[in-house]
């Protein structure tokens, strides 16, 4: 039995937001995790380690207890669902929002249409909300793509600048939701293991209320 608290981070621009956070909290990994080809990192906090897994893999390993506790955008689990999990945090990172886009001057005909997403649970739930009638396409990529190649008239997709869209001839339409990464922790391990759970969360919050001036 593994007693070390392990976190679940989601790598990428997630991680390179999460590491700053957890530094000023006390926990660094021990060796510089862009560099390295592992998965699983000690910490100077020694009862501390941390797993750097895919985005959409975090609220599985806490929600299987694999790991206590992970930071994971808001996105995957409006997407897949938290149940299992408490959410306790918001780190205020990654921001970015959900948003329905189309090709410049797109009008809706009314008639039923076609939406290109990875978000396919997020996509269906909007539009039925909405009593619009939409296809849904599931796509695990390049989303702006689709309605360039007529696979759909509509996407739904992360926008930060917005960049993204106006290069490909699009531009957002509707927010679906405001995203940010959250800390998410497994609900039976918040009782079983409360207090060493409890300090990261408290020493997180405390870093968050300090804000920049403490960085
Ligand atoms: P932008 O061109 O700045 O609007 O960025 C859009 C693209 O960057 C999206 O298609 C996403 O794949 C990605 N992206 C931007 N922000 C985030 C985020 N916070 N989390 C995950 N992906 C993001």
């Known amino acids: 039995m593994n007693e070390k608290l392990t976190i679940a981070l989601t790598k990428g621009r997630i991680l390179k937001e999460t590491l700053p956070l957890l530094a000023r909290a006390g926990i660094e990994p021990l060796e510089d995790v862009s560099s390295s080809r592992k998965l699983v990192f000690d910490t100077t906090s020694s009862d ?6 895919r985005g959409t893999d975090v609220p599985t390993y806490v929600r299987h207890g694999a790991a206590d506790m992970g930071v994971v955008g808001k996105d995957i689990l409006l997407e897949h669902g ?34 290109a997403t990875k ?26 793509l689709a309605p360039m190649m007529n696979l759909a008239d509509l996407i739904v997709d992360i926008v930060d600048t917005g960049n993204t869209l106006r290069a490909n001839g699009m531009e957002p339409l509707e927010e ?20 060493p759970i409890q300090r990261v969360i408290d020493d997180l919050a405390q870093v ?6 403490a960085a």
């Open 48 to 53: 501390v380690q941390l797993v750097i897994i």
């Open 82 to 115: 938290a149940e299992g999990l408490y959410e306790p945090l918001d780190l205020g990172i990654a921001c970015c929002r959900l948003m329905t886009a189309g090709p410049v001057g797109w009008q809706g005909t009314g008639a039923r249409i076609r939406v």
């Open 119 to 144: 978000f396919v649970n997020i996509a269906r739930r909007h539009f039925a909300r909405r009593g619009v009638h939409a296809e849904v396409i599931k796509l695990y990529g390049a989303m702006e």
């Open 176 to 195: 679906i939701a405001s995203i940010s990464s959250r800390l998410v922790v497994n609900k039976a391990a918040m009782r079983s293991r409360y207090r």
């Open 208 to 213: 968050l209320e300090n804000g920049d001036a």
